[in-house]
């Protein structure tokens, strides 16, 4: 089992960047896949990035492709999402989440953090 903790968001004007982390307890934290996902108020959760165990691999949803950019550090325990060129748009609560399968399906995804608020505004 591993429980996630998500920080690092808060309110940036439109083309501003922010980074936000999450930090993993347990051992295992090197053999899952870590992906971001997002949900906007009344909206579905969205999948955003998803980076495998090793970090060798990267994937992205089209509306991030090119600002955003996935991270992981296992020593720390810690998976991270550069968020650049913000646009209001992408204001929406951000969860990290993880899992043995890569998937853009939330229900993909075993474990979830509590989520973060990334506010972009105009």
């Known amino acids: 089992q591993v429980q996630l903790v998500e920080s690092g968001g808060g309110l940036v004007q439109t083309g501003g960047s922010l980074r936000l982390s999450c930090a993993a307890s347990?051992?295992?934290?090197?053999?899952?896949?870590m992906a971001w996902f997002r949900q906007a108020p009344g909206k579905e959760r969205l999948f955003v990035a998803a980076i495998t165990s090793s970090g060798g691999t990267t994937t992205y949803s089209d509306s991030v492709k090119a600002r955003f950019t996935i991270s992981r550090d296992n020593a720390q325990n810690t998976v991270y999402l550069q968020m650049n060129s913000l646009k209001p748009e992408d204001t929406a609560v951000y969860y990290c989440?993880?899992?043995?399968?890569?998937?853009?399906?939330?229900?993909?995804?075993?474990?979830w953090g509590q989520g973060t608020q990334v506010t972009v505004s105009s």
């Open positions: 347990g051992r295992t934290f090197s053999t899952y896949v």
């Open positions: 989440a993880a899992s043995y399968g890569s998937s853009r399906n939330p229900g993909g995804y075993d474990y």
